[in-house]
Every structure is written in C-alpha cells, then in structure tokens.
C-alpha cells in the first residue's frame, strides 16, 4: 500500500522560512518522481517542484525558482521542500504526489497517481 504522509506546514511571517516533508512508503523508489503541489482557496492545483529520485535531477515552477528547494533523503524515504523567502501568495494546501517514472508533462496534477493529505501553510504579511 503506498502511503504520503507530509509535515512541517503552518503559520510564518512573510519573508521566512518552512520546511516540508514528506514521508513515502509502498514505492519502488528508484522508478518514482516525487512532486510538490500546492492548492489555494478558489484556485487550482498547480505544481511546485518535483524530483527524480534515481538520479536526483529537480525542476521548480518559475514562481518559486530560487526561493523553495526539492531534496530527497534515501535513508529516510522522505522528500523536503525547504521554501524560504515566503510570501503571502505562498498560501495554500500544499500535497506531495508520486507517479512512476515515464514520459508525460509532469506539471499535471491528473499525471500522479499517488497524493498525501495536504499540509497547510499560511503566509502573514
């Protein structure tokens, strides 16, 4: 059974700094890409960052692009999204999604086959 369990949302001031995390089961590791949306009310779903998790290689949305960075821990099964110099339209539910490595536009969310729950987080200006 796949499981994505993410972490680490919450309340920041605008200019701060969060870290996200999210804990990945059930996968064959090596075949998966790891991905980052987000979802603000009346909004939907955009894509925010993924990782290749057999070689690493990242791609970011050019509206966070060097703000929020993608990274992977092997040991731990789990993929963070360090996002620093947030900003109020930051605000939203953001979900880890997981899909099998293959040619598609990987900015889809209808591209993922496997979603956590969701983790808030809130940007104060």
């Known amino acids: 059974q796949v499981q994505l369990v993410e972490s680490g949302g919450g309340l920041v001031q605008a200019g701060g700094p969060l870290r996200l995390a999210c804990v990945v089961s059930?996968?064959?590791?090596?075949?998966?890409?790891l991905a980052w949306f987000r979802q603000a009310p009346g909004k939907e779903r955009e894509f925010v960052a993924l990782?290749?998790?057999?070689?690493?290689?990242?791609f970011y949305a050019d509206s966070v692009k060097g703000r929020f960075t993608i990274s992977r821990d092997n040991a731990k099964n789990t993929v963070y999204t360090q996002m620093n110099s947030l900003k109020p339209e930051d605000t939203a539910v953001y979900y880890c999604?997981?899909?099998?490595?293959?040619?598609?536009?990987?900015?889809?969310?209808?591209?993922?086959?496997?979603w956590g729950q969701g983790t808030q987080v809130t940007v104060s200006s």
């Open positions: 990782i290749h998790w057999n070689c690493g290689s990242t």
């Open positions: 059930g996968l064959s590791f090596s075949s998966y890409t």
């Open positions: 999604a997981a899909r099998a490595i293959g040619s598609a536009n990987l900015r889809r969310p209808v591209e993922y086959n496997y």
